[in-house]
């Protein structure tokens, strides 16, 4: 395991991230915050705290989505991915949706992501943000609209983020 | 073995399945329940199965619920009644599951008025099965959606006192709650006129009562049955109007309980013997949240039965 960037570099990247969203959409009226379950989460919670404490009066619509059903690899992989929750509480019709993950790799991910918001209603855009692109790696022709720092590692190298909540410490490693 | 993925290959009975097993199922059926409330209500995850409903007894709720949660998950789904097919020419039970079997098809669901007929297909066919009812015998899915309704109404099971009122011993409904029940940790008793209790059912870790009144003192959640006049083939009882007056559960007799008791009921009710209308349409009677957690709990037992059809061969 190698350690690519730690957190006080991890924290100036999403600082960065927050303060670009904030320059695109002053006021957040129209505009929601959609994290990806089960690991873009974490860093749509950053990202939203980042904005709010920017930003202490604003009211931010802030969302989680899970893309389990609607998975391209079902049966493939061996075992099922457990589902997690979906909360949103709003309506997304018409609404700018900022997409947050964490890793941006074959795109599979982003794509499954965008079906799944589509069912819930018609955005009037959406844009992705994402903590790591692994830029060579796509397999559908997704890209981000926001990226924090650019890896490229061979194919079958992981990349993977790891966060104070979930794994004691905040930390990007090669695996 | 996998945490997220069960410890068998069919659902034939709450009989073979872990505690960790009802848990997954129920906890993926929230999820399914929240996909249920969305203005699109229905998933791709299963566009690449085939799903046969196959209903050698007759079923209202139980087909609908689960040609709703095949579509609800993208399956393409064949229905088969009995009734109006081979069966009738004389085709046997594997052969009629072998021919549909072999245009491709993933999944059987099945209901049949023999019990053991969906364990004694299993034997035979590469196919997941979910038993819909077998004879007196289990019908898991009905218990996997009576616990997720209790779950959902009083926010857990551990420990929740659990009365099954009425023809215990022709229920299929009944032996699946008691063995879900007991696997969640619920404590069970059951009710009945002695004549519709199987002898020996303690040994199951239910207790027997013959005293509704006395019951539904002690219970959280009475979950009452129908009386199966279908299955009896001797008299068990003098008359339904003397079982009413004796089992039946009317407005007078809860309100001479002080405490609140969930009404269950798996359907379809005969109105004026086990429940009057006005328990059954009260708003202690959750029989219509149950039958909407149904297509929830049947769309997360065939999702997670598909993950495994690699497994099949």
Redesign the interface.
């Given at each position: 395991m190698k350690s690519l960037y730690d957190s006080q570099e991890l924290d100036i990247t999403i600082t960065r991230l927050a303060l670009q969203l904030i320059e695109n959409h002053e006021g957040f009226e129209n505009t929601v915050i959609i994290g990806l379950q089960p690991r873009g989460v974490h860093l749509s919670d950053r990202i939203f705290q980042k904005i709010q404490k920017i930003l202490p009066k604003t009211r931010i619509e802030y969302g989680k989505l899970d893309i389990t059903f609607y998975r391209d690899d079902f049966n493939e992989k061996g075992g099922l991915l457990q589902a997690s929750d979906t909360q949103l509480d709003f309506p997304i019709e018409g609404k700018q949706i900022i997409l947050v993950d964490d890793v941006l790799f074959t795109g599979r991910s982003i794509r499954a992501g965008l079906e799944a918001l589509l069912d819930y209603g018609r955005p009037a855009n959406v844009e992705l943000l994402v903590l790591i692109d692994r830029r060579f790696n796509r397999e559908v022709p997704i890209q981000p609209d926001y990226s924090g720092m650019a890896v490229d590692v061979i194919e079958d190298q992981k990349v993977k983020v790891l966060w104070q909540e979930k794994d004691g410490k905040d930390e990007v490693v090669l695996l | 073995m996998?945490?997220?993925?069960l410890s068998v290959k069919h659902l034939l009975g709450i009989k073979e399945l872990l505690p960790s097993d009802i848990e997954l199922i129920l906890?993926?059926a929230s999820?399914f329940k929240?996909?249920l409330q969305?203005?699109?209500k229905?998933?791709?995850?299963?566009r690449?199965t085939s799903v046969v409903n196959l209903f050698f007894e007759n079923s209202t709720r139980t087909r609908i619920s689960f040609e709703l949660a095949e579509k609800r998950?993208s399956a393409d789904t064949i229905n088969f009644a009995a009734s109006s097919s081979s069966v009738k020419k004389g085709e046997t039970l594997i052969d009629t599951a072998k021919n549909i079997l072999s245009m491709k098809v993933d999944m059987v669901v099945m209901r049949h008025s023999a019990s053991g007929a969906p364990h004694f297909l299993a034997k035979h066919i590469n196919a997941s099965i979910i038993n819909a009812g077998d004879g007196i015998n289990e019908h898991p899915t009905q218990a996997l959606l009576d616990s997720f309704s209790i779950n959902e109404k009083l926010g857990g099971l551990k420990g929740k006192k659990v009365a099954i009122i009425g023809d215990i011993m022709h229920s299929r409904v009944a032996l699946s709650n008691i063995y879900c029940l007991n696997k969640m940790g619920a404590k069970v008793v059951v009710c009945g006129p002695p004549t519709l209790i199987p002898k020996h059912i303690e040994s199951l870790g239910v207790e027997v009562s013959y005293n509704v009144r006395e019951t539904l003192e002690w219970c959280d959640v009475a979950n009452v049955l129908r009386i199966q006049l279908e299955r009896q083939n001797k008299p068990l009882f003098s008359s339904l109007r003397e079982y009413a007056m004796y089992f039946g559960i009317d407005k007078n007799l809860l309100s001479n309980i002080k405490k609140e008791i969930v009404i269950m009921h798996p359907g379809p009710i005969n109105r004026g013997v086990e429940l009057s209308s006005d328990v059954a349409d009260s708003e202690n009677a959750i029989i219509l949240d149950q039958v909407e957690n149904g297509v929830a709990v049947r769309m997360a037992a065939l999702?997670?039965l598909?993950?495994k059809?690699?497994q099949m061969i």
């Open positions: - | 996998h945490a997220n993925s906890k993926t999820q929240e996909v969305r203005p699109i229905k998933v791709p995850i299963l690449d998950l999702y997670l598909a993950g059809k690699d």
